[in-house]
């Protein structure tokens, strides 16, 4: 499927120049603008300040992202599914960490723009030594080498003190004087457009990598690995290998992490950073290139705007995810495209009905699922904290009955009528993917 | 005869306390048309599987252009020079035809693990590519995913896949299988030129593709070689008759 | 002396209940294939209906009730989702039980909190059953031992003596072969699973008051149990079986032996001191690195001798 998207941006200056390059890439292309222009969007005129909390969600965007595409090296691309992919991203911020150190301290004359090289260098490194065995197994034993490995490290990371810091982890300060433009970096935007500048090259990296031959026998080994072995190929290499690139780009994200918030933890490296990954990728959706990005940007958006509403960001992540699992494994980008094929056949109009009539019960089941959430929530947990469950100056009592059936109410009525438009929409999904097969064939 | 392209030499193999092969020796002459044929479950595609790496034998020496491959794993023994088909076809499916072609030879030119160059460039890879791609007839699917292909298109391009690494030694397993007459004439006369000068071992049910192709001819009845030899000399032997071929009908 | 003793003592009760655990994930896995990540979160569930059970019918009830909600769980589970998901890939399975642990975990937070349940062992248990050397055998710890062995020899008769356990055992080595020969696979899939889920629940039940009942427990097990099954090796319940023991007592020991590696070095005359590189590393004390072991085991089993002890297939 990525195969239609990465071909036709395989012969970029090959067929017609600058002019059908903007053509084909104007989706990229109009992100890099956005991305550039879009902190002067909450710019406070006034103080002549951006807003810290809309950049610094900016700045977490752009680090998932590199930290997502590289996760989708190995699972959407090479087949591999890592429980520990954290690892490198929080080693590759470890070792920046310590080079911005030194840096400030003079021993090392290094730019501070240059320094997710050292982040590159400190993941290839740990990734070649680590991915050597963990490499050595595929599929599930893969997954719990990776586990594994993930654990061990997290649990070096709290003991140990000269890399890690321990518990306290490793501060740094990434005013070190030392810059190609001259740029002090004390204020968050400069480092933003650092983000920007990285995200940029590694997404060009990382994208012209699949259409190298071991790119292509990455996809391959995960389709079949036998044919791969009898084309030559030794699949535990591809594996290797993939595996090691992988872990540079997540050390670039690791470094850019420590560029921002200066101070790098054990948590960089522990099981939540790396189900991060895994969720951001998969809900984007892992079999086309540009899922991760998407799946990045959707994570952090909601994680930020719902953790300032609510606590159980978590729970409903992880519902998400499950959801996503079960309904639509192919992910967010999976499901547009498959809708390519109806409005390359010009019916795409005919499911905006049918969707319309799924958004009424839809909201019924979403407003009843976090109101039942919520209520939980604030019984056990906001009690103990001592906070009250207000919306918009009405306070809910979790402990009496009524809310409570408000939700059952909402849950249950907005189901079965959510069942019946499901169907209805199925009817309709069947019906105009037969009239464009149909179409199709005739044409 | 000279150093026989492939020799097996008492081969034996067991899974468990089930013998599969039991002491299977042959020759194979390089450049010959070999077919290996038998009853189902007589160890064609085991063998095959054995020579290819696929696992390992419980006995016995196999040896290609002299040299052992006893051991080794199947890409290795790809390099040295053999490469084989499967019975259940063994493609990239969610590759297009021509990205499949292209895999198969990126590490014969030389590519190996490369992650510099981009393959869309190569010149003459693609070049040689797309001739592939028209010596197996299939230039008109070039851009279409290999899995929409029809039954007969897939096996065509399973074999431009396997023979792109330009293998000396090629291994079909019958790749005339679910074939109707008129598919199985093309896929006959796109092996015949295809391994030209090539050494090919075929294991193959259908009769007519194993008189018409094959110089030699090997039969495999559980486990064991019954008969080797030109294919009038196994039609007309008796031993071959009873196990599977059948004497001729007599009409009354 | 006493110390080996004791340790050996506490180490057979605790590899016992990860038995209990293990046992019901070999069989999920070997059968059915899926690594259920939420295996532990059954034993989770299963302390945590035990507490709340216990707090309004007593201990003894909750005792039955408690792995019997468990099972009905993983019934249903079973039956509605998972079998959906198997439709779309081994990977899929995989990631479906990991994010169902999670939300399992979150649930829990929810309905009893973030912090510890005070779920404690009943009265009539809390005393010493015996003296071994000066120190006291809980006798809550003989009743843990007892359950576990009662469990035991219930599955290894279920297994050897009922008709489902020969289909059982037929399906752990080769699933597809059983299906081809008619029996109601989907049917043991949902027996199995639901039956797994009894036995961490009840691993819970007796587990949770003697550990301690808190959301992150499941967590903390799972690492271990999966590490026990990996060693054990699929297809094998006799496998899992020895792989529980050796855990339990490499686990218990691993706390009670205060040495380093500078220590072992310092005996082969080879000094330790702080400016040797990973002076760190080396100078840690196994109590220390104890939480570290089992993931350690996993990796080196995997690599090593990926079917584990007496495994039929490979992972």
Same mark, same amino acid.
């Given at each position: ?32 603008? !956005? ?7 909450? !710019? ?74 050292? $982040? ?27 586990? $594994? ?10 003991? !140990?003190?000269?890399?890690?810091? $321990?518990?306290? $982890? ?72 993939? !595996? ?28 939540p950073m790396s189900a991060n990954a895994l969720l951001m990728t998969y809900i984007g959706g892992v079999g086309v290139f540009a899922g991760p990005v998407v799946g990045a940007v959707l994570i952090v958006l909601l994680q930020s705007w719902v953790s300032l509403l609510s606590n159980s960001w978590l729970v409903y992540a992880g519902v998400l995810f499950i959801m996503m699992v079960t309904f639509a494994p192919m992910g967010l980008t999976g499901l547009v495209m498959m809708h390519q094929p109806i409005w390359r056949a010009g019916r795409l109009g005919r499911l905006i009905g049918p969707y319309l009539r799924l958004l009424g019960p839809a909201l019924l089941v979403l407003i009843g699922f976090v109101l039942a959430v919520e209520l939980c929530s604030f019984l056990t947990i906001g009690a103990a904290q001592g906070k009250s469950f207000t919306l918009s100056r009405i306070t809910i009592d979790p402990r009496g009955a009524r809310p409570w059936l408000v939700a059952g109410l909402l849950l249950v009525g907005g189901g079965l009528w959510l069942r019946v438009a499901m169907r209805g929409f199925g009817a309709a999904w069947n019906a105009v993917t037969e009239e464009v097969k149909t179409t199709g064939t005739r044409a | 005869m000279s150093v026989p392209a492939l ?138 995913? %290999? ?36 598919? %199985?004439?093309?896929?006959? %006369? ?45 039609? %007309? ?16 | ?30 059968? =059915? ?136 055992? +037929? ?45 992150? =427990?499941?967590? #903390? ?25 050796? =855990?339990?007592?490499?686990? #218990?020991? +691993? ?54 002890? =007496? ?5």
């Open positions: 499927m990525s195969e239609g998207a990465v071909r036709t941006a395989a012969q970029p200056l090959a067929a017609g120049g600058a002019a059908a390059f903007l053509r084909r890439q104007w989706p990229w292309l109009a992100a890099l603008v !956005f991305a550039l222009v879009v902190p002067w969007f909450s !710019f406070d005129w006034s103080t002549g300040r951006h807003s810290g909390f809309i950049v610094s969600m900016l700045s977490q965007i752009g680090i998932s992202i590199i930290f997502a595409l590289s996760y989708n090296m190995l699972m959407g691309q090479a087949g591999l599914l890592s429980f520990g992919h954290a690892v490198f991203l929080g080693l590759g911020g470890y070792v920046t960490a310590h080079v911005v150190n030194a840096t400030k301290g003079g021993a090392l004359p290094l730019p501070l723009e240059l320094t997710p090289i050292a $982040g590159a260098l400190g993941g290839l490194a740990f990734a070649v030594v680590l991915g050597y065995f963990a490499t050595k197994q595929r599929a599930t034993a893969f997954a719990m080498i990776t586990l $594994g490995i993930g654990e061990l490290i997290t649990s070096c990371a709290l003991m !140990f003190q000269t890399f890690f810091g $321990g518990e306290g $982890g490793v501060s740094t300060n990434r005013m070190t004087g030392r810059s190609l433009f001259g740029v002090g970096y004390a204020a968050p935007i400069q480092v933003y457009y650092l983000i920007v500048a990285w995200t940029a090259l590694s997404v060009v990296a990382m994208l012209l990598l699949t259409r190298t031959p071991l790119g292509r026998m990455a996809n391959a080994s995960r389709d079949n690995f036998e044919r791969a072995q009898f084309v030559g190929y030794d699949p535990r290499m591809v594996r290797f290998f993939q !595996f090691a690139l992988s872990g540079a780009f997540a050390g670039i994200a690791g470094a850019l992490y420590t560029l921002t918030y200066e101070i790098v933890t054990y948590d960089t490296v522990a099981g | 020799r097996l030499t008492d081969v034996k193999k067991s899974f468990g306390p089930t013998a599969v092969i039991m002491g299977v020796s042959l020759d194979v002459a390089p450049g010959s048309r070999h077919a290996i044929i038998g009853p189902n479950g007589a160890g064609k595609t085991t063998l095959f599987n054995l020579i290819s790496g696929r696992f390992p034998a419980s006995g016995g020496r196999i040896e290609l252009h002299g040299r052992s491959i006893d051991g080794l794993p199947p890409h290795e023994i790809n390099r040295r020079g053999l490469s084989r088909s499967f019975q259940v076809t063994s493609i990239f499916p969610r590759m297009t035809v021509f990205e499949n072609i292209r895999c198969g030879l990126l590490w014969s030119r030389g590519y190996k693990y490369s992650f510099w160059h981009l393959v869309g460039g190569q010149r003459v890879l693609n070049a040689a590519a797309a001739q592939l791609l028209a010596d197996v007839n299939l230039e008109a699917r070039r851009d279409v995913p %290999a899995g929409l292909l029809t039954y007969a298109e897939q096996r065509a391009l399973e074999i431009g896949i396997t023979i792109a690494g330009g293998a000396d030694t090629v291994l079909l397993d019958e790749p005339t299988a679910g074939m109707s007459r008129s598919e %199985a004439d093309h896929a006959v %006369a796109l092996i015949r030129r295809i391994t030209a000068g090539k050494t090919l071992v075929m294991v193959e049910h259908d009769m007519s593709v194993v008189f018409d192709l094959a110089d030699v001819v090997t039969v495999l009845v559980y486990g064991q070689v019954i008969a080797s030899g030109p294919p009038a000399e196994i039609r %007309a032997n008796r031993a071959v008759q009873d196990a599977y071929l059948g004497a001729p009908a007599e009409v009354s | 002396m006493e110390v080996l003793l004791v340790s050996l003592l506490n180490g057979l009760v605790y590899g016992m209940l990860l038995f209990m655990l293990a046992s019901g994930l070999t069989l999920i896995f070997s059968m =059915m294939g899926v690594l259920n990540f939420a295996h532990a979160s059954m034993y989770m569930l299963g302390a945590y209906f035990a507490f709340s059970v216990s707090r309004v019918i007593g201990f003894w009830a909750a005792l039955v009730v408690a792995p019997i909600l468990c099972g009905i769980l993983g019934a249903l589970i079973e039956m509605y989702a998972l079998r959906r998901v198997h439709r779309n890939g081994h990977i899929a399975e995989l990631l479906f039980t990991v994010g169902l642990a999670f939300i399992i975990e979150k649930a829990t937070q929810m309905a009893w909190g973030l912090l510890p349940v005070p779920y404690r062992v009943p009265p009539v248990l809390d005393r010493a059953l015996f003296h071994v050397y000066g120190s006291n055998f809980h006798a809550y710890r003989g009743f843990m031992l007892l359950i576990s062995i009662l469990m035991f020899v219930a599955i290894w008769l279920l297994l050897t003596r009922t008709r489902i356990g020969l289909v059982i055992q +037929a399906a752990l080595t080769h699933p597809e072969m059983v299906g081809a020969l008619g029996h109601n696979v989907p049917r043991v899939f949902t027996i199995v699973f639901a039956g797994g889920s009894v036995l961490a629940g009840l691993a819970g039940v007796i587990g949770g008051n003697y550990l301690v009942t808190e959301p992150s =427990m499941a967590a #903390t097990m799972g690492p271990i149990v999966f590490v026990v099954v990996v060693f054990g090796g699929l297809g094998s319940l006799a496998g899992c079986f020895i792989a529980s023991l050796i =855990m339990g007592l490499v686990q #218990t020991f +691993a706390v009670v032996i205060d040495v380093s590696l500078a220590d072992l070095l310092a005996r082969l005359g080879i000094q330790v001191t702080s400016a040797t590189p990973l002076a760190e590393v080396l100078t840690m004390p196994l109590p220390r690195v104890g939480a570290l072991l089992p993931y350690l085991m996993l990796i080196l089993v995997l690599l090593i001798k990926p079917r584990g002890l =007496m495994g039929t297939r490979d992972t």
